[in-house]
């Protein structure tokens, strides 16, 4: 059993368009906000629409974090300082991995990571955003806590979103049946298209993301 401290805090991850911060109880109405400026692309995921959903939403990922389950983050536009929506570390894993101290890791960081729960508002789709919160979050998890991997899933139907995640550079590892729970309504559970990148591959990766940024 590795020893490590239950919860794992947000850093804050700042960049040109976008800044991560620790979710907080305050985040409510902002997040509301941005949540109802157009829900035409929620089907696949979990985004809260009222004050009172969106406060259990918040709660849960606080709860989580204190487990030690996930590190979650809000979204904030550099331009006008709006929150823009909800991104997330989540499935750490810790395990023995004896090149961690070389590499600058230990064994109170994660050696496996998923950046997963993301959505953004409206205003903030199909602008730099998207992509610099994935660089922020792809450095953190490598360049920060020394992983070994880091997977980024979705449910197998979610084309826009599997198009988002090839474009990030990542390896598609294939499709986990009946995997997690579906977001749509009436649904149980989904199979997720999974894709992965590895330390080794990260450099590349890294480039790819700037140059999209440049």
Request: hydrophobic content about 40%; glycine content about 10%.
């Amino acid at each position: 059993m590795i020893e490590r401290d239950m919860k794992l805090p947000s850093p804050t991850l700042s960049g040109r368009h976008v800044q991560l911060e620790q979710l907080r109880p305050e985040h409510v109405d902002g997040l509301v906000a941005a949540a109802n400026e157009d829900r035409a692309t929620y089907d696949w995921t979990a985004v809260p629409p009222t004050l009172e959903g969106m406060s259990a939403y918040i709660a849960g990922l606080l709860a989580d974090q204190e487990r030690g389950e996930v590190v979650p983050f809000v979204q904030r536009r550099v331009a006008d300082g709006t929150l823009v929506g909800c991104t997330r570390f989540l499935r750490l894993e810790w395990w023995t991995d004896p090149t961690r101290t070389s590499r600058g890791g230990g064994g109170a960081l994660p050696v496996e990571v998923e950046i997963g729960g993301t959505w953004l508002a409206a205003s903030a789709q199909r602008t730099p955003i998207n992509t610099e919160a994935k660089l922020l979050l792809l450095r953190q998890a490598f360049d920060g806590w020394a992983v070994n991997r880091v997977a980024i899933c979705t449910d197998v139907r979610n084309t826009r979103s599997r198009a988002a995640i090839e474009r990030i550079g990542a390896t598609f590892e294939g499709v986990l049946r009946r995997h997690r729970g579906s977001y749509v309504p009436g649904e149980g559970a989904r199979d997720s298209a999974m894709y992965i990148v590895i330390a080794e591959e990260w450099p590349a990766v890294e480039a790819g993301l700037l140059a999209r940024l440049a």
